[in-house]
T-cell receptor, first 112, second 114 residues
Framework: SQTIHQWPATLVQPVGSPLSLECTVE??????LYWYRQAAGRGLQLLFY??????ISSEVPQNLSASRPQDRQFILSSKKLLLSDSGFYLC???????????FGPGTRLTVT | AQSVSQHNHHVILSEAASLELGCNYS??????LFWYVQYPGQHLQLLLK??????LVKGIKGFEAEFIKSKFSFNLRKPSVQWSDTAEYFC????????????FGTGTRLKVLA
C-alpha cells in the first residue's frame, strides 16, 4: 500500500533562518505531488505542485520554493523565514490523471 | 478566480443531532467536489467525492452530500452525529478541465458533545 511521510512533525525556527521540509511517498511511481499550507483561521492553500522530477509549478508568490530531486521526494525550502511563514504544511500525492489526493501527517512550523 | 466558501466555521452539536455543513463554490464550469475530514491527531482523509452522475453521494461513516448545480453547493449531511465525528471538515473543488489542483474552503470545526 501507499504511504506518505513528512518530517519533521513540528519545527520552531527563528526569523531569517533557512527551512527544509521533506516529503516522501512510498508504494507508487510517478505521482503528482503537492505542498499546501494552512495558516491559522484559514483554509488549505496550494503552494506548489509537481507532475515530475524537476517540474515545479508555483501557485502563490512567496518566500518559499520547492524542489523534486527524485520521483517520490518533494522538498519545501526557504532561504530566510518570515513570521508569516508560520503554519501547518501538508504534503499530498495523487496518481497521475486522478483527482483524488492523499495527505501526509503535516509539519507544524512556528517562526519566532 | 475560483473560490470555495464554508460559512460555518465552528459548529457544536449534541450526540444524535443532525448535521449539515454548507459548501459553496464559485466556478461556472464543470467541477469535481470533495469533502475531507481531519480527526484530532490524524491525517486529512477523504470523506466523499462527486465526479458525475447521481448528485447525492454517500461516503464513509454515514455521511452524505448533495450536489446542487444551480446553487453551486455541495452540502455535507449526517442524520445523527456521534462524539467520534468531532473533527475539522474541509470542502474542496477541482475543475474537470485537466487541472488536478484543489481549491479548499476554510474548514468547519465540528464539536460533538457526548
Amino acid at each position: 500500500s501507499q504511504t506518505i511521510h513528512q518530517w519533521p512533525a513540528t519545527l520552531v525556527q527563528p526569523v531569517g533562518s533557512p527551512l527544509s521540509l521533506e516529503c516522501t511517498v512510498e508504494g507508487t511511481s510517478n505521482p503528482n505531488l503537492y505542498w499546501y499550507r494552512q495558516a491559522a483561521g484559514r483554509g488549505l492553500q496550494l503552494l506548489f505542485y509537481s507532475v515530475g522530477i524537476g517540474q515545479i509549478s508555483s501557485e502563490v508568490p512567496q518566500n518559499l520554493s520547492a524542489s523534486r530531486p527524485q520521483d517520490r521526494q518533494f522538498i519545501l525550502s526557504s532561504k530566510k523565514l518570515l513570521l508569516s511563514d508560520s503554519g501547518f504544511y501538508l504534503c499530498a500525492w495523487s496518481v497521475r490523471q486522478s483527482y483524488e489526493q492523499y495527505f501526509g501527517p503535516g509539519t507544524r512550523l512556528t517562526v519566532t | 478566480a475560483q473560490s470555495v466558501s464554508q460559512h460555518n466555521h465552528h459548529v457544536i452539536l449534541s450526540e444524535a443531532a443532525s448535521l449539515e455543513l454548507g459548501c459553496n463554490y464559485s466556478y461556472g464550469g464543470t467541477v469535481n467536489l470533495f469533502w475531507y475530514v481531519q480527526y484530532p491527531g490524524q491525517h486529512l482523509q477523504l470523506l466523499l467525492k462527486y465526479f458525475s452522475g447521481d448528485p447525492l453521494v454517500k461516503g464513509i461513516k454515514g455521511f452524505e452530500a448533495e450536489f446542487i448545480k444551480s446553487k453551486f453547493s455541495f452540502n455535507l449531511r449526517k442524520p445523527s452525529v456521534q462524539w467520534s465525528d468531532t473533527a475539522e471538515y474541509f470542502c474542496a473543488v477541482t475543475r474537470t478541465s485537466g487541472t488536478y489542483k484543489y481549491i479548499f474552503g476554510t474548514g468547519t470545526r465540528l464539536k460533538v458533545l457526548a
